[in-house]
Every structure is written in C-alpha cells, then in structure tokens.
C-alpha cells in the first residue's frame, strides 16, 4: 500500500515537473547543463540521453544542442524536415500573399535559426487584408481552422493546417495577448525587411522590433522563458543600442515587464558563470529609465527551463501595465 503511494506520488510529482509547475533540483540542474553547454558548445554526454534531448526540443534548440548531445541521425533528420517544411510553407503562402495583395510581415518564426518552431506566425495588421487573407485560406487553399482560446478570439487570430502540412500557420492583426496595445502593428509591417534565410528571400521585422516582440510574446503571450530566448537574445541585440531597446519599451509602456525579462535572463547566465556586458548595461540602464526592478521578490525559484513565469509576477505585470494604459487615457487597453 506504501509503496502504490509513493509511485502515485512521484509520477504526480513527474506530471508537474513536465508543466513546470513544479520546479525541482534535478530539473534545475539539467537546465543549467544544457544551457551551459550550448553558450560554451561544449559536447555533454549525460547518462540519459533522451531525456536531454526532449528538453532541447521543448526548448527550441536541438538541432543546436544535437552535435553537442551526439543525437542520433533520426531526431536530426526529422528536425531538419520540419524546418524545411516552414519553409516551403512560406513560400506558397508568402506567393499567394502577395499575389493577392496582402502585405505581412513574419513574427517570430524564423528568428531562432538553425532551430523552426511548430507554427509559421505572420503579422497581417492590414484589417482589409487580413480578410482577404481568411477567405484565401478558407476558400482555394481547404484549410482546416483550428479552435482558439478565449485570448486568441479577443486579439482577433486565425489559426489553421494547410493540407499536407504539419505546421500551424497563425495570421495574427496585432502584438497582444488580451487586446491590449503594446505596439503600433502597421509601424512593425512599414519597418519590415528582406532578408536571405536558407537561401530564399523572406520579410522579417526590424531589429528593433524583432527584440520588442521576443519581449511582449514572453511575458504577456507565452509567459514564460525558453532556452532559445536566452541564446537568441544577445545575437537579437547585437544590432541595436542599448538606448534604441529602452526607446522601443518605454513606448510599449512594458518597463516592468521588461526589467523581469532582462533580470530572468540574467539569472540563467549568472547560474552558468557567464558575464555579458550588454545585458549588465541593459540591467543598469533599464533601472536608470524604469525605476528599480519592483518584481525582484517574484524571482526566487529554481531555474528550470522553460522557466514558467510566476504566477503572482504575471498579474502584477498585468496590472502595472493596465494602470500605465489608463493613465494614458488608452481605456479600451486598460
């Protein structure tokens, strides 16, 4: 009888820890691992090999962390095909787009190379355009639509398969998570770039903004940190100043959460004896600008990744934020 208690126990214990919601010493101690090893690339060859390599792929690494893991041939291959499957996905779309006049811009997606997420996210804030983008879809190219959460429905989303495509494809009309107002959509769309991926010619964000959006879909959408934010962050700034990202947040009116994004990431690098002088600049700078980092007592966890944002650190950004938008007399954001 003890023992069925103990295994219900730790298989529950097992279940949480795979949410993270439970954020334990072991699970800690393999993030830092991996975390470390990919900044270093140094090969890590722990006793068990899958279970880091489920923990690459959730967090959007692995064909980074496979050389490094000594993957198997398998788990590559099927990375890689997925990445080319985005790709193909946005050269038909990208082709219909602009064939019927719809100007977007991609969000996201392709801004953790080597590495492609599961879904092919493009910015329409054309409200016109975004329409004509939906019936294309629904209409000539069959898709099938896919349920969307209540956050989803009130941002305006459209989420749908394209027939014989495993990736979501995500048209989105702006940058929120409840429909409050972070950034101007249609300045993302005017700022928007060409750059060569694999070859191929594909509108990104500005630098600017591409940092802006790492930002805003961490802490407001997603809330919560993968290791590719971390690794990604400092190759996003590399073209900016550190004035120029400050600018950017202060106009989203996102200090607050700002300050826990850069000071989460920080702790990460810290955890793996990493000094990088911008982040401490930005640290420093964000403050100067921000006032000091209010939510500071909210980060006291272990260092788990993906790190699951707390809870109570979610709704006082919530809030901070909604209080700044009334303030502004932006009430519908508020």
Request: a positive charge; one cysteine or more.
């Given at each position: 009888?003890?023992?069925?208690?103990?295994?219900?126990?730790?298989?529950?214990?097992?279940?949480?820890?795979?949410?993270?919601?439970?954020?334990?010493?072991?699970?800690?101690?393999?993030?830092?691992?991996?975390?470390?090893?990919?900044?270093?690339?140094?090969?890590?060859?722990?006793?068990?090999?899958?279970?880091?390599?489920?923990?690459?792929?959730?967090?959007?690494?692995?064909?980074?962390?496979?050389?490094?893991?000594?993957?198997?041939?398998?788990?590559?291959?099927?990375?890689?095909?997925?990445?080319?499957?985005?790709?193909?996905?946005?050269?038909?779309?990208?082709?219909?787009?602009?064939?019927?006049?719809?100007?977007?811009?991609?969000?996201?997606?392709?801004d953790s190379l080597p590495d492609i997420g599961h879904d092919l996210d493009f910015l329409l804030p054309d409200s016109s355009?975004?329409?004509?983008?939906?019936?294309?879809?629904?209409?000539?190219?069959?898709?099938?639509?896919?349920?969307?959460?209540?956050?989803?429905?009130?941002?305006?989303?459209?989420?749908?398969?394209?027939?014989?495509?495993?990736?979501?494809?995500?048209?989105?009309?702006?940058?929120?998570?409840?429909?409050?107002?972070?950034?101007?959509?249609?300045?993302?769309?005017?700022?928007?770039?060409?750059?060569?991926?694999?070859?191929?010619?594909?509108?990104?964000?500005?630098?600017?903004?591409?940092?802006?959006?790492?930002?805003?879909?961490?802490?407001?959408?997603?809330?919560?940190?993968?290791?590719?934010?971390?690794?990604?962050?400092?190759?996003?700034?590399?073209?900016?100043?550190?004035?120029?990202?400050?600018?950017?947040?202060?106009?989203?009116?996102?200090?607050?959460?700002?300050?826990?994004?850069?000071?989460?990431?920080?702790?990460?690098?810290?955890?793996?004896?990493?000094?990088?002088?911008?982040?401490?600049?930005?640290?420093?700078?964000?403050?100067?600008?921000?006032?000091?980092?209010?939510?500071?007592?909210?980060?006291?966890?272990?260092?788990?990744?993906?790190?699951?944002?707390?809870?109570?650190?979610?709704?006082?950004?919530?809030?901070?934020?909604?209080v700044r938008e009334a303030s502004r007399g932006r009430w519908q954001s508020c």
């Amino acid at each position: 009888m003890h023992h069925d208690t103990h295994a219900r126990r730790s298989l529950r214990v097992s279940f949480l820890e795979n949410l993270g919601i439970v954020k334990t010493a072991r699970r800690e101690a393999e993030s830092v691992l991996l975390l470390k090893a990919l900044i270093q690339k140094q090969a890590l060859r722990p006793v068990d090999k899958n279970r880091f390599i489920k923990l690459a792929e959730k967090n959007k690494v692995i064909l980074r962390a496979a050389p490094l893991l000594d993957a198997p041939d398998g788990v590559v291959k099927k990375a890689k095909m997925e990445a080319d499957e985005a790709m193909r996905l946005y050269d038909l779309m990208s082709d219909e787009f602009e064939r019927i006049g719809v100007p977007f811009v991609v969000i996201k997606s392709f801004d953790s190379l080597p590495d492609i997420g599961h879904d092919l996210d493009f910015l329409l804030p054309d409200s016109s355009g975004f329409r004509k983008a939906e019936k294309l879809l629904l209409g000539k190219m069959k898709v099938r639509p896919q349920p969307l959460t209540h956050c989803d429905r009130l941002v305006g989303k459209f989420s749908c398969f394209l027939p014989g495509f495993d990736h979501d494809f995500e048209l989105y009309p702006t940058i929120s998570q409840l429909g409050e107002e972070h950034v101007e959509p249609s300045n993302i769309l005017r700022g928007r770039k060409i750059e060569s991926i694999e070859g191929k010619n594909v509108w990104v964000t500005s630098d600017k903004d591409r940092v802006l959006i790492r930002i805003i879909h961490a802490m407001f959408r997603h809330n919560f940190l993968k290791l590719s934010d971390i690794i990604d962050f400092e190759v996003l700034m590399r073209n900016c100043t550190t004035r120029e990202i400050l600018d950017e947040a202060q106009k989203a009116d996102i200090g607050d959460a700002f300050l826990f994004f850069i000071e989460s990431i920080d702790r990460f690098l810290t955890a793996c004896n990493v000094l990088d002088p911008k982040m401490k600049e930005m640290k420093t700078e964000g403050e100067k600008r921000f006032g000091r980092d209010r939510l500071g007592v909210f980060r006291r966890d272990r260092l788990v990744l993906p790190y699951r944002i707390p809870t109570m650190a979610l709704i006082m950004i919530f809030l901070l934020k909604g209080v700044r938008e009334a303030s502004r007399g932006r009430w519908q954001s508020c």
